[in-house]
């Protein structure tokens, strides 16, 4: 009995809990229909709004359109109106080329006519000045001939410089020569007399010494003064000489630049003048590149002879500064010589006959 009890009251509580759980379905749905019928009510005021703004943009629309249409009326009328104006101006335009077109024939026409009338002028003229024209080019021939005789004068005179530089050259060496000969005998003397001052050297003969010595400094001095003024007047004298062959070299670069440009310009007005005239300048144009490689030629060598001039220049003034110093020097050692056999001589001489020597200290 009580198992039965039992199960009937597990029944009831699940019977009461089928009806919990269907009242709760029941409870569900019905939130549900209503969440639906809210759905649909709000979804059709949204297409209701959507249909009012499609209208309003429609009539919007619609108006642009018709604005659209007239604009383009108005921009096809205003078209047609610049395409008549334009053919207008088309047809002007062209009556006027036609014009221009007749003028331009007939300035050709008469430009014809002026240039026969013109050619036959020139024709006349030419032939008048054909004379005129060969006189001037032989005037130029000479002209050149004269330039020639001036260059030919210019390298003489060179080659005589060249020969006196030679000359001069071979006069100092030969003075070198004789002097360095000198020297070699005064050194001899030299030593002869410092063997007799080593065996009859004594006080007194360095106060005769002394005695002397004054008047011997200013001997040199006068003589080295001589020397320097010779030396000066030859250096101005080789200064001399340089600028006038700078001078020289100098016009003859000038009249071959103006011999040049004469011949230049003289050639391209007897092409523009005279047509029949072109052997004569074929030769005249040889003529000019053979003047030309000959002054090349003659310019390099006077380049030569300018370098040759500056060498010897240059070994002139060395040998000269050696022979002032070596004569100096000499000069000395021998007026120094001289004075010391001078002495030798007086000292002997009161050997022989003892006096009182003057107190020069």
């Given amino acids: 009995m009580s198992l039965k009890v039992e199960k009937n009251s597990k029944d009831l509580e699940m019977e009461e809990m089928e009806e919990q759980q269907a009242e709760l379905k029941e409870t569900e749905s019905k939130a549900k229909e209503a969440q639906r019928r809210d759905e649909i009510w709000a979804l059709k005021l ?32 205003e078209f047609e109106d610049k395409q008549k104006e334009s053919e207008k101006n088309e047809l002007q335009l062209k009556d006027k080329i036609n014009s221009l077109m007749n003028m331009k024939i007939a300035m050709q026409k008469a430009f014809k006519i002026k240039k026969e009338n013109l050619d036959f002028q020139l024709e006349q003229k030419m032939t008048q000045n054909r004379s005129k024209e060969y006189r001037k080019i032989a005037e130029k021939r000479e002209k050149m001939q004269k330039v020639l005789d001036r260059h030919t004068q210019f390298h003489d005179a060179l080659a005589k410089i060249n020969t006196k530089c030679e000359k001069k050259l071979a006069e100092i060496t030969g003075q070198v020569e004789i002097l360095k000969e000198t020297v070699k005998e005064f050194q001899v003397k030299a030593q002869a007399i410092d063997l007799k001052k ?3 050297g004594s006080q007194w003969f360095k106060r005769v010494f002394k005695w002397k010595k004054q008047s011997n400094r200013q001997w040199l001095e006068e003589y080295v003064k001589t020397l320097e003024c010779n030396l000066s007047k030859k250096k101005v004298k ?23 440009a004469g011949l230049i310009i003289s050639i391209h007005k007897s092409q523009a003048i005279d047509k029949h005239a072109f052997s004569d300048l074929a030769i005249l144009k040889a003529n000019l590149i053979e003047i030309k490689d000959e ?7 006077i380049h030569r002879l300018l370098q040759k001039r500056a060498k010897l220049k240059k070994q002139f003034s060395e040998a000269k500064e050696k022979l002032y110093l070596q004569v100096k020097e000499e000069t000395m050692k021998w007026k120094v010589i001289n004075r010391k056999t001078q002495l030798l001589k007086k000292a002997e001489k009161m050997i022989k006959r003892p006096q009182k020597l003057p107190n020069y200290n």
């Fill in 46 to 77: 949204e297409i209701s709004q959507i249909a009012k703004d499609f209208q309003d943009e429609k009539a919007n629309l619609v108006g642009q359109l018709k604005e659209n249409l007239n604009n383009m009326e108005k921009e096809k009328k």
């Fill in 198 to 200: 080593k065996d009859n």
């Fill in 238 to 260: 080789e200064a001399h000489y340089t600028e006038v062959i700078d001078y020289l070299a100098k016009e003859r670069i000038t009249q071959r630049r103006q011999f040049e």
């Fill in 295 to 301: 002054n090349a030629r003659e310019t390099d060598n």
